[in-house]
């Protein structure tokens, strides 16, 4: 079965540009999206079709797909980004997410 | 405003039943294709299961671990889409979130509830 794997974690400091990374063989076949999730909330779309935000998604969100590496980067990193964040992959035969990137703004 | 409300989730034994529901408004729902997600407690997201619109054939797909135990089901009438939980598992424990694309791109899940929490414990 297709699989996508994230770091764990990343840290960053306030106002420095963060890089979370969702890796798979073929990714970039895959449509990519991405979901913020703050504790106890419901997942929030920040990107979808790879690289394109949602309406009152920050434009310092930003996302790329290509090779085997989808990469979300968050410019400016703000206190409020902390979160977790989980890629999902997708085509006609498959959707399945990542294992979450825990943000830690510090 | 677009609102999923997800209800049914309690405490059952391994081996027993559930029936969640998801009651919709706000958008079109016989043309949307509802999901299932779901999220162990202290763990990320895997998917459940979807079913498609009438229009689209109806049809239902599952991840392989509930394929055969879980079904979904739609009531166009009520807004209101449902997963039938049976044979179930420990490792079932999760809060069950409904989740649906909006707009004509549907690789995503624009739209989700606060989900409901699932116990499966002896």
Redesign the interface.
Known sequence: SYEVTQPPSVSVSPGQTANITCSGEKLATKYISWYQQKPGQSPVLVIYRDDQRPSGIPERLSASNSGHTATLTISGTQPVDEADYYCQAWDASLQVFGGGTKLTVL | DVQLLESGGGSVEPGGSLRLSCEASGFPFSEAWMSW?RQAPGK????VGRIKSKTDGGTTEYA?PVQGRFTVSRDDSKNTVFLQMDRLKTEDTAVY?C?TPLGP?L????S????TLVTVSS
């Open positions: 997600v990320g997201l895997e998917w392989a979130y989740a791109w690789w995503k899940f624009d989700w509830g606060p989900g």
